[in-house]
């Protein structure tokens, strides 16, 4: 039941942003940006402390008043946003964090493709069908 | 906190009234005292009002007269049964506790205890108490009598009259003894009056505690049908006295049963407003209370259990905009509130800090203003009569204008209702949101700058931005938008920046900012922008219509109403008397146009000319012309060769300042085109950088309007630059031919002047190693090779720059002939030290060649340099070691005094060239005496190969010397050259050594022998022992000859003799040799019997041992016969 996920390069601009209400993507967009502030803080202060094993789930980084936002960073620094409406009371930390994994195993698979080159917009079919099944599937169930 | 005397209800949906908001202080009224006249008064009452610090007891003063009229106390019903409310809270009420009606009412009176007119002072004191009583009758306000003295007290007990009096005074006016005061007017009085504040306070404490029980007691005769409005009233009050008690642990626990209470309530259409006000106020309390208690976490989770709750309780629905209202109140509030906490010292962190609560009370006053467009077009008169004119004379908070104290489901009257909500619509029509937003999205802006969120920071600057657009202030809007885009741009967050730009075009358009108008278009036809193609067409459409100084057509989306305006404007901008001249830095945008410009090598020598190449792509719609393309370089003297003027904008057939400079600046889209400059160096540049400084590319027409495009160094922009993405080749495949590879093309901002290649020759005759101390020479020949004639030149000989400080301290150059051009010989000096060196030779001349630049041949002066260095390696030229030595030529380490002993030197040649040695000197210090007469060089004219020695000996004696027994030997110098040296004006080398120190002994005897060099067989030898005694006193000597198998000889065998100081002994022997050949000598003992053993040593080492005995000769006539 996502509304937004989107993929952020370790520069912090946009690779893939898909949002299901299309109308109104530009605010998803600033949604997902502003939200940077938040990973960037949270990415450097866990890396002070620990720099071996960092947890890729950032978890809830920004409560607004209609939607939630959850972040997780990979290794490389690539970051995964997802924005839950906050009327959503189905999904619980656990859910969102199967979501995570599921993309992030999604992305690893795309970035696999040799044909693409790491950094580029992405625009894969498979990739965008997982994203798709993630923000509608959850809705039925 | 000052006092509200008269006050407004607010009229504005959710508005706090300022009694709320302000921190309950206990209200005391001070009577009997005249500010005006008295001086005393005055005093005792600022010490009471003036400077009220923190530190001082919450309680509020306020000067009244003695017969001041408070608010009559209305009877209390014994029966709520058939009281039905008219609503929550009466409007007034706060205020009456707070300002109207006092805690305490103190009355001051002048009153010595011994005033002589007691009796009538008492009357008079007790008739104003009276007066007060009777002004207060119902009300629970305590009463104090403060006695102004003038005399200061004596201790208690000890002033009988006082005690007395104040016993009388108390019962006169019926007042308790703890409430009669005495306040002398001394040098104390501020220490009194804190005394009296605590008094005080201790009454009011009382006072309200009474009061919140008083309410309490009424909660027993409430019904949960009918009197639900009064649980919250009475909740709300016992918790307000608590406060005002200052007990604040129980007002939060009153406020949140009140808030319960409030959240019970049925709440319909009707009642709705009234509900959200008073539980916005006691939310208020609750979460002032709550960060008071330094509970944050409590105060926030009720704030959001507050904004749920009430979030979709609209109301109304024609009065929508009214709850968007209220909740942008709730959320402001909240976040003053939290900011006010966190001056107090609280810590906020990044995801919970005010400013989300100001972003939040923003976004409502947007929706505030969207909903205010969609109800109220149609509300465009207010009705007659005003329905809201009672709007400031509400008696319950909340409640509507035209129905107050109405409590039932539906209006009473649909007409008037409707007057009602179509004047509220009105009244909202007027009113400006713009004003209301901007406030709020700039104190959330100042908290995420505060809290490390620069992207929410600018996405707030963006929305003000865009509400300073809607509120027609279209160039602050600029302004906003012009700071931020910045970041997206860097950020690459195209789809955001694309859109703020849109925002900005439209802004440039309406203020008509020529500048602006340029620069958003040069971004939005660039690769950054999200639009379609049309509007990229479109765009640019209008560009090169400003540029060709028509008006551009509107931008999609402006007010019609403004749009009349800006086309006005723009004529006015565009007229031919307005230039519009402008650079705009490319390194801040992404435009259209990239560039990229380069040397075509990173050195280049002074003679040739420099290759420049700037290569432009375009990626608008359709093709562009320029106007001018110009390299400006670190040396402005070459901007002129690197300027090329598009030949259809200039004149059309090209009469131009500069032959070369007429081209195409014609861009088709995502061609490459590339442009080449040619110039030659000047002379001052030889040996610098030249560097592109910046490009310039020309848009439109330099007479009126024209945009220069401005890249720093050789090209790339905001994108190129910080874009990693846009550095990697992203084309598979090799290039096709003729065409650029526009990522291959690199940017060389910079090439290096090199002089001309020298064709001089320079040789170096010399004969290496050098050795030390000499005068090594060395040729340099320079042989010009040039075809052309050359000028100025100059030699330079020496060593070269950057080696040890030692080596050149120690090398000397001397010049032989200084004339330059016929080859002149040059000696350099090195002296004591050994190890390479290197030798440099540099020359330089100036040489005018000819270099062809653009297919023009011109002569060029370049001044070249040739060096030439050579490493010598400098060796010793000879060993010389020096040795000691006996008469018999054992080494020795010391000598004896007046003993003669020899001095050998040995010189080992170890150049690798034969050297000679001139003369040698030995220069004897005064300790030391030859024993020759003249000292005579052995060595004049020797000539050494390597490895060869020559050695000297000299016989030197040491005299008797008192002081010491080590003296210098003196120097030994050594005057030496190259045998086969090239020039014989080479001086000789002279080096000098200092010789070894030598420990001289005294000792005690002296043994002289003369013998014949060598003897016969049977031949006698004569032989004299001269014994000299070298001390100052008598010496005893025992002398014995050993006897020997190879010799007979006679003399004494043994003898013992004494030797008077400083003369000697003979002893004479004849020794007859037996046997031929290197004989040993019969041993002489000597003994000194005060030295024992000694004298026996010295003899060994005095006394020859060996002597060459030949054989007996046949005689020749023997021979002859035989």
Redesign the interface.
């Known amino acids: 039941m996502a509304v937004c996920v989107s993929v952020i390069a370790k520069e912090n601009y946009p690779l893939y942003i898909k949002t299901i209400p299309t109308e109104n993507e530009l605010k998803f967009h600033y949604t997902v940006h502003t939200c940077l502030d938040v990973v960037e803080e949270k990415v450097s202060s866990v890396s002070k402390s620990v720099n071996d094993l960092r947890e890729l789930y950032l978890g809830l980084l920004y409560p607004t008043e209609d939607y939630k936002v959850y972040g997780y960073v990979t290794n490389t620094k690539v970051k995964f946003v997802i924005v839950v409406e906050t009327s959503n009371t189905l999904l619980r930390d656990n859910e969102i964090r199967s979501m995570f994994r599921k993309l992030h195993n999604a992305y690893t698979d795309m970035l696999c493709n040799p044909f693409y080159t790491p950094g580029e917009t992405i625009k894969s079919r498979s990739f965008d069908k997982l994203v798709l099944q993630m923000m509608v599937s959850e809705v039925q169930s | 906190m000052s006092a509200v005397e008269s006050f407004t209800v607010p009229t504005g949906v959710g508005e706090f009234p300022p009694e709320l908001i302000c921190r309950p202080l206990g209200f005391v009224a001070l009577t009997g005292l005249d500010v005006i006249y008295n001086a005393v008064h005055k005093a005792i009452w600022e010490s009471f009002s003036a400077n009220r610090r923190p530190d001082r007891v919450p309680l509020s003063f306020k000067i009244l007269d003695g017969d001041h009229e408070y608010p009559k106390c209305r009877s209390k019903r014994s029966s709520y049964e058939w009281y039905i409310p008219k609503g929550i809270t009466k409007t007034g009420w706060m205020n009456k506790h707070l300002n109207l009606i006092p805690a305490v009412v103190v009355v001051f009176f002048d009153l010595d205890w011994d005033e002589t007119q007691w009796k009538e002072k008492q009357m008079e004191c007790a008739s104003r108490v009276e007066v007060v009583r009777h002004s207060l009758q119902g009300r629970g306000t305590k009463v104090a009598v403060v006695l102004i003295q003038k005399n200061s007290p004596l201790p208690p007990g000890e002033d009988m009259v006082a005690a007395e009096r104040a016993a009388a005074l108390c019962s006169a006016c019926d007042l308790s003894a703890k409430s009669l005061f005495v306040l002398p007017h001394s040098d104390h009085l501020f220490g009194y009056t804190i005394r009296l504040e605590n008094a005080f306070y201790e009454l009011a404490q009382g006072y309200y505690h009474m009061e919140a029980r008083k309410v309490k007691a009424h909660k027993e005769f409430l019904n949960k049908t009918t009197h639900q409005l009064l649980f919250v009233r009475h909740a709300f009050k016992i918790a307000f006295f608590n406060e005002l008690k200052q007990d604040t642990n129980t007002a939060l626990k009153q406020y949140k049963v009140a808030y319960a209470y409030v959240s019970e309530l049925r709440a319909h259409d009707t009642n709705m407003l009234e509900i959200k006000s008073i539980s916005g106020f006691i939310n208020y309390k609750i979460c002032k209370l709550s960060f008071h208690h330094n509970a944050p976490l409590d105060a926030i989770s009720q704030f959001r259990k507050h904004v749920d709750f009430y979030k979709n309780k609209t109301g109304c629905s024609e009065l929508a905009f009214e709850h968007s209202a209220w909740m942008c109140k709730q959320f402001q509030i909240f976040g003053d509130l939290f900011d006010e906490a966190i001056r107090a010292g609280l810590n906020a962190i990044?995801?919970?800090h005010p400013g989300?609560y100001y972003q939040?009370a923003a976004?409502h006053a947007v929706n505030r203003k969207h909903l205010c467009r969609g109800l109220c077009h149609s509300a465009t008169v207010m009705p007659d009569p005003n329905p809201l004119e009672d709007a400031d004379k509400l008696e319950y908070y909340g409640q509507r204008p035209w129905r107050q104290g109405h409590q039932s489901i539906d209006p009473p009257d649909p007409a008037k209702e409707k007057d009602g909500i179509q004047a509220l619509q009105y009244k909202e029509l007027q009113v400006d949101h713009s004003w209301i937003i901007i406030p709020l999205l700039s104190s959330a802006v100042a908290q995420f700058k505060k809290y490390?969120?620069?992207?929410?920071k600018r996405?707030l600057m963006?929305q003000m931005g865009e509400e300073y657009y809607h509120a027609k202030d279209y160039n602050k809007a600029l302004t906003l938008l012009d700071r931020v885009t910045w970041d997206y741009r860097v950020?690459?967050?195209c789809?955001?920046l694309t859109?703020i730009l849109n925002m900005s075009l439209r802004c440039a358009y309406l203020v008509a900012s020529v500048r602006h108008y340029v620069t958003i278009s040069l971004e939005l036809i660039g690769r950054f922008a999200h639009i379609s193609s049309e509007e990229k067409t479109h765009v640019q459409m209008n560009l090169i219509r400003v540029i060709s100084n028509n008006p551009p057509e509107p931008v999609t989306g402006c007010p019609s109403e403004y749009v009349e305006l800006a086309k006005q404007l723009w004529k006015d901008k565009l007229s031919p008397e307005n230039s519009n001249i402008f650079t705009v830095e490319m390194q801040n945008i992404v435009p259209f146009v990239e560039c990229k410009a380069r040397f075509s090598t990173s050195k280049c020598t002074a003679d040739t000319p420099l290759q420049l190449q700037v290569y432009l792509r375009a990626s608008c719609q359709f093709p562009i012309r320029f106007s001018k393309l110009c390299v400006l370089l670190n040396n402005h003297a070459y901007n002129d060769y690197c300027t090329l003027v598009d030949g259809h904008t200039v004149g059309g057939d090209g009469e131009a300042s500069y032959s070369s400079c007429h081209g195409d600046l014609y861009l088709t889209p995502g061609q490459i085109k590339m442009y080449a400059f040619e110039f030659v160096a000047e002379p001052v540049d030889v040996g610098k950088k030249i560097e592109i400084t910046s490009i310039a590319l020309s848009l439109g027409n330099e007479d009126n309007c024209c945009a220069i495009l401005r890249w720093v160094g050789a090209g790339g922009d905001s994108a190129s630059l910080t874009n990693?993405?846009e550095q990697?080749q992203?084309k598979r495949g090799p290039p096709k031919p003729n065409e650029y590879d526009w990522s291959n093309i690199t940017l060389d901002p910079s090439i290096s002047i090199i002089p001309r290649c020298s064709n001089l020759d320079i040789q170096l005759d010399h004969n290496p190693p050098s050795l030390m101390n000499e005068f090594y020479y060395a040729k340099v020949i320079i042989t010009n090779n040039e075809d052309l004639e050359i000028q100025n030149l100059c030699m330079q000989i020496g060593l070269k720059e950057g080696q040890e400080n030692t080596l050149e301290q120690s090398t000397q150059v001397f010049l032989d002939e200084a004339t330059i051009g016929i080859p002149g010989p040059s000696r350099i000096k090195n002296v004591e030290l050994t190890g390479n060196r290197i030798l440099g030779v540099r020359t330089m001349y100036d040489i005018q060649v000819n270099v062809t630049q653009n297919k023009l041949s011109m002569p060029v002066i370049c001044t070249c340099y040739q060096e030439k260095s050579v490493s010598v390696q400098t060796v010793l030229p000879y060993d010389l070691s020096i040795k000691m030595a006996s008469l018999k030529f054992d080494v020795v380490e010391h000598v004896h005094s007046d003993e003669p002993f020899l001095l050998l030197t040995d010189i080992k040649c170890t150049s690798p060239w034969p050297i000679t040695i001139e003369n040698s000197q030995l220069l004897l210090s005064d300790e030391v005496k030859s024993v020759d007469e003249t000292l005579q060089s052995q060595l004049i004219s020797v000539s050494l190969k390597q490895n060869e020695c020559a050695s000297e000996c000299y016989c030197l004696v040491a005299p008797v010397h008192h002081q010491h027994t080590t003296v210098p030997i003196g120097h030994y110098s050594v005057q030496w050259k190259r045998t086969n040296c090239e020039e014989e004006g080479l001086p000789t080398v002279e080096t000098t050594l200092a010789l070894p120190s030598i420990t001289v002994e005294t000792i005690p005897l002296f043994i002289e022998t003369k013998i014949p060099s060598h003897g016969r067989v049977r031949d006698s030898l004569h032989v004299t022992y001269t014994i000299y005694n070298k001390t100052q006193m008598v010496q005893e000597v025992e002398a014995g000859m050993e006897p020997s198998e190879a010799f007979m000889f006679s003399g004494h065998k043994q003898v013992c003799f004494r030797i008077l100081p400083v003369s000697q002994q003979v002893l004479m022997y004849n020794f007859y040799p037996l046997v031929p050949g290197h004989v040993k000598l019969p041993r002489l003992h000597i003994n000194m019997p005060r030295y024992p053993g000694v004298a026996d040593d010295l003899g060994g080492r005095m006394l020859p041992t060996h002597i060459f005995i030949k054989p007996q000769g046949k005689e020749l006539h023997e021979s002859a016969s035989g």
């Open positions: 990044q995801t919970q989300f939040q976004y490390k969120s620069a992207r929410m996405y963006v950020e690459r967050w789809a955001l859109s990693v993405q990697v992203m």
